[in-house]
């Protein structure tokens, strides 16, 4: 993870748009719009997410703001009560339980199932509108194992570590201080409660569809035990198996290109050769865990900030590319791919040499590298 900035140092969201010698109009305007993020992290952080599941990836798409804003206002309400409480709620137990990116990924997991299994039924539901051939391919107890296994992953990384990991490095002074007070907590408690179980009403009476009591338990059951071991995952020792990063960012980039889209290929490749579900589930599974390992093996734990941005941006890159060619007639995904773009240009500049600054890492950093 990035070090910390000394007294007076400069923030990464300064640099965005400064010009060499003086500051044009849209300079000025970037520059204001990033120092108000920089003085409500809360904010920055959940137009990270949704932001980039939803809004790059056209789930929830752009253009809907003018050819149906009731359709917008609805999902951007859902979404901010979803994506919103659960990314504060993760990072918060990351904070004050003191862990690292073990217990962030395993409390993704269980945010994953929350929403696509309890809230919107789409583990669940074959005929759920996002999931397709997968909902019958592969669907077994009243499960749809092989986009489980698609889906959740994706909640993990691109709605909940991949946010948190941008705001550590956008804004330095927000590592290993809490965004939420106690009474904030339990606000936030109340808000994805209320936003589940009325999407949970909305898909039993709007779509017709109820899990079963046994799933419902199960699920229940399944996020408890993802919590339980993210309470106990080691605190300090670091996922990465090495000190200083093995693989240029170039290589970083590629590797985070074809994650998703190599989850996809065996999907489509399994279903198209009419290969047994078990298989195509355990290769997608193959798959995201031999992609694990290599990352753990080369992204180093330590001065790997041009690494982790690479990855990152990477792995992000497909998300847009599907949410853009989804939407090509009306190209409003355009405005959130190049907001992506500046975003992470202002990080890949802050950060190309390695960390900004030599010096202790904040208090509660230490030990939360990769």
Known sequence: MPEALPPGGSHPLDHLGRAPHAQSSRGSLLQRAFSFLRSHPILCLLLLTPGIPEYLSSSSPLYAIVLNPAQF????????????????????????????????LLLGGAYGILEEGVALSTLFDPKASPVGQLGYFGHWAGVSWIWSATIIPVHMLFSISIPILLLGL?????????LLSPRGIKAVV????????????????GEHFWMGDPVFV???????FLVWLARRAPSDVPLARTSSPRASPRRMAILGIIFYPSALLVNGIGMSEGAPALVVLLLVILAQGLFLVYVLRVAGSSNNEPQVIALSFGLIVPIAAIGLIATITVPAALVGDLVMVLFFRMLWRRYRLGPPALGAPEAGERGKGL
């Open 218 to 224: 199960a699920s229940l059951a399944a996020i408890a």
């Open 170 to 178: 956008a804004l330095p002074s927000t590592r290993g201080r809490s």
């Open 73 to 104: 206002i609805f999902q951007l309400t859902a979404n901010f009560g979803l994506y919103g409480p659960g990314v504060l709620l993760i990072r918060e137990a990351m904070i004050r339980w003191n862990k690292g990116w073990a217990t962030v």
């Open 190 to 205: 109340v808000i994805i409660v209320a936003d589940v179980a009325s999407l949970m009403l909305l898909i039993i009476y």
